[in-house]
């Protein structure tokens, strides 16, 4: 008798002062999905808003899910496995509502215009995270996901994320530097 | 289309406002790969025959910023920045790692070839098949991190008003002049991030003179399709895995050798480099770890070495200081060189050296120059306004200002350590030459042959076609100087792997990317040494105000022939006698007739008529 799969949905946790800002996520990212190293097509994308203040920039699953609540052409719909925005490619028409419905703008525009880009979580085994930790950095990891309501807050504005970290690394002094 | 190359270079003249597109043939490529083999072959072409009366900061020099086939797909991302130097006034290839070259490539450039002189101060904005001049009089007397947030503000605001604003915009990547490359200090450096200096060559001079102040890049393209993506994909794995079991390099970067440079080879510059040996513990890499580092592991595009620290002091005096924490050279020039044995002294003067776009070598070569005059009474404080004294990083800091902003006798040290040295020595009426550490106008890296223990051999600085420049030092054979054209050419960060690449695993890489085959046979014998040839070439003709004349010039600075004073190394120096003899063999080696100017029968075998012509006429009938 077969036993019904336990799926155990990831979350890929963020530890933003430690990104090395190698942007070899980037690099695992698009060689999955595009089959060639196209840092602005990737669904992990690293902002440099002062150098040495890298942050990596993807979805994080939020609870609510508001960017597939205000999509108008329906094109976004939830990974049940996964828990993961899938973009219908053909209802997709690159609107840009989602941008801003998500609290930290990261879905975002597929150089080639035609579709908005959002975290697929690789099925379950996200090669962005696994890169980092290959390379020691643990910026980026995959862990067991929960059910708090904290995923929701990392849906942040990388220059936000930013500016706390210039602080957290210089002081007053990085209040001056973005 | 070339695999691995966008196929397009950039062409600007400043002069008429105009930019274009422009190719090289499948063959030139082939034959010059990129960066620095490209640049030589772009500068022959184009000024070899009038190469002497070039003045490199008129508008006739170029400004050359080059990637070559495996930026971007080879771990660490660097572009090379060429031109005719003015500090040799021959050729320099000088690279600085960092996304601006990620972020040419995606705009669908492989470099950047600039002519003539703006009227006003501008910049060079280019995103995707195209590129516009702009004003840049609001960026002009900016410091480094005010340009970085200027641009960043300015362009990704802008970006974000377009039509494809669905997201956030990544921000451009950039290289760019501080102060001292806008008032064309001959070692001002092209800077890239914070303290990322394409700093031998001075190019951030040549920028200056062009009044070009950043070169903004801003893709949104994949990287060129390549012929082997599956094999290129394994490669890459196995160079990400041997950056990891780089436990050294990863942990500290170059940044041990602070202390154990001085300590284990007597070869750290100290006070001008008076002396090479020290044992301050408190300039131990532990204390940088504890005192300075925020960022423990920090990486440019691409790189899985992370030998990069970032730093910043907190509180007292020196506060405020940010910049990437000082590796080995900048610690050895803007620390001990100066007589500083402290991580905050060290990370504050390279902070205002790098903001100020200084080379942190070159700059603070110079600066090591003056404060040894001022130690021994032959500048004052009159001349400085300040006292200069070894170990007071405040005042070391105010050196690198008035050198940068040309003020006091900055005006004078601003053309460099030698040009410097000459022209005090007439006001002072004395020899001060032999106060200067440098070769053919370049200041030598942290590292001497003086005591034997280090990796430079005394023909590293004296026989390279880039003066004093450590990262391409020549070597006796197998080998010379021609091993540092690889990664220079194809461009890639030698760092990253470890200073040294596995002939076993690069040239695959290479075809992986371009489909061509290349081994290093191909590249000792022919295109490397090609390259070398004319760098050597382009030095010897130098001018317009300073030739080299190799039977003086091919040589040590005075200082490497003085006895070691201190350490478990006293009283050595560099053997005159000996390295005569290994000179005369590494020009015999090279294909240099026994004046080291290379033979006419070597240019022909090498496809370099051209060449043998203009050194016939100028320098075998003188």
């Keep these: 008798m077969s036993q019904p799969s336990v799926v155990t949905k990831v979350w890929v946790a963020r530890d933003f002062a430690k990104c090395s800002g190698c942007r070899l996520c980037e690099v695992a990212c698009t060689l999955k999905h595009e089959g060639r190293i196209w840092p602005e097509s990737s669904m992990v994308r690293v902002f440099m808003p002062f150098p040495g203040l890298e942050v990596p920039h993807l979805c994080t699953q939020c609870s609510n899910y508001p960017c597939v609540n205000a999509c108008p052409t329906k094109a976004l719909s939830v990974d049940e496995k996964t828990g993961a925005v899938q973009v219908s490619q053909p209802k997709c028409t690159a609107c840009g509502v989602c941008t801003n419905a998500c609290p930290g703008h990261i879905p975002h525009l597929h150089p080639d215009r035609k579709r908005i880009v959002i975290c697929d979580l690789c099925g379950g085994d996200p090669e962005c995270s696994k890169m980092c930790t290959k390379l020691g950095y643990d910026c980026l990891t995959t862990v067991p996901r929960g059910q708090v309501i904290t995923y929701d807050t990392y849906a942040v504005r990388p220059k936000d994320i930013a500016k706390n970290l210039a602080t957290l690394f210089f002081g007053e002094e990085g209040k001056k530097v973005i | ?622």
């Design chain 2, 1 to 622: 289309m070339a695999n691995g190359y966008t196929g397009k270079f950039l062409e600007v003249n400043l002069s008429k406002g105009q930019v274009s597109d422009t190719t090289f043939s499948e063959n030139i490529l082939k034959q010059c790969v990129g960066g620095r083999g490209l640049a030589a072959k772009i500068l022959w072409d184009r000024l070899g025959k009038k190469w002497q009366r070039i003045d490199p900061l008129g508008p006739k020099n170029l400004l050359l910023a080059l990637t070559g086939p495996v930026t971007g797909y080879l771990v660490g991302t660097r572009i090379c920045v060429s031109g005719k130097s003015p500090s040799s006034n021959g050729i320099v290839g000088s690279t600085t790692s960092g996304e601006f070259p990620m972020e040419l490539k995606c705009s669908g450039y492989d470099g950047v070839i600039v002519s003539g002189r703006a009227e006003k101060p501008v910049y060079l904005f280019i995103t995707d098949n195209k590129a516009e001049i702009r004003d840049a009089s609001k960026l002009w007397g900016l410091g480094g991190k005010d340009t970085i947030k200027a641009v960043n503000n300015e362009i990704t605001s802008e970006l974000g008003k377009t039509d494809r604003c669905f997201g956030e915009w990544k921000e451009p990547g950039m290289i760019y002049i501080g102060p001292a490359g806008e008032k064309m200090v001959r070692s001002a450096a092209v800077m890239q991030k914070l303290s990322h200096a394409a700093g031998y060559g001075g190019y951030g001079a040549v920028m200056g003179s062009k009044k070009l102040k950043a070169i903004v890049a801003k893709g949104t393209q994949p990287l060129p399709e390549i012929a082997d993506p599956t094999g290129m994909q394994q490669l890459l794995t196995k160079f990400i895995e041997s950056s990891i079991a780089n436990d050294s390099m990863r942990r500290w970067g170059t940044g041990a050798g602070g202390f154990a440079t001085g300590a284990g080879t007597s070869s750290e510059p100290q006070k001008n480099w008076q002396e090479e040996y020290h044992h301050a513990l408190s300039f131990s890499v532990v204390n940088f770890e504890t005192k300075t580092w925020v960022k423990r592991y920090w990486s440019d595009c691409g790189c899985a070495m992370s030998c990069m620290k970032l730093a910043t002091v907190r509180d007292g005096p020196l506060s405020g200081a940010i910049t990437d924490n000082p590796d080995y050279e900048l610690q050895a020039y803007c620390g001990t060189n100066l007589g500083i044995y402290e991580p905050e002294g060290n990370v504050y003067v390279s902070s205002v050296v790098d903001d100020l776009g200084l080379c942190g070598i070159n700059s603070v070569n110079t600066m090591g120059f003056a404060a040894e005059l001022y130690q021994r009474g032959i500048l004052t404080k009159d001349d400085f306004g300040f006292e200069p004294k070894w170990g007071d990083p405040i005042a070391m800091g105010k050196l690198a200002e008035i050198i940068a902003r040309r003020k006091k006798i900055g005006k004078i040290l601003a053309e460099g350590t030698y040009r410097a040295a000459i022209e005090l020595g007439k006001v002072k009426k004395m020899d001060l030459t032999k106060y200067v550490v440098q070769v053919k106008g370049i200041g030598v890296g942290g590292h001497s042959p003086r005591s034997g223990l280090g990796f430079i051999t005394p023909i590293g600085y004296p026989c390279s076609t880039q003066g004093g420049d450590h990262t391409s030092p020549a070597t006796p054979f197998p080998g010379g100087e021609i091993g540092s054209t690889v990664g220079d050419s194809l461009v890639f960060c030698t760092a990253s792997l470890g200073w040294r690449y596995d002939p076993a695993l690069l040239w695959p890489f290479y075809k992986a990317v371009t489909g061509w085959d290349l081994n290093d046979q191909a590249w000792f014998d022919q295109i490397g040494r090609r390259i070398i040839m004319i760098q050597r070439a382009a030095l010897l003709l130098g001018g317009p105000d300073i030739a080299w004349d190799p039977a003086k010039d091919d040589d040590n600075p005075a200082r490497f022939y003085e006895p070691l004073p201190s350490g478990p190394r006293k009283g050595s120096s560099v053997d005159k006698a000996k390295f005569i003899e290994m000179r005369a063999k590494y020009y015999a080696d090279m294909g240099w007739d026994q004046k080291g100017i290379p033979k006419s029968e070597e240019l022909k075998r090498l496809g370099l008529r051209d060449v043998d012509r203009v050194l016939q006429k100028a320098l075998r009938q003188a």
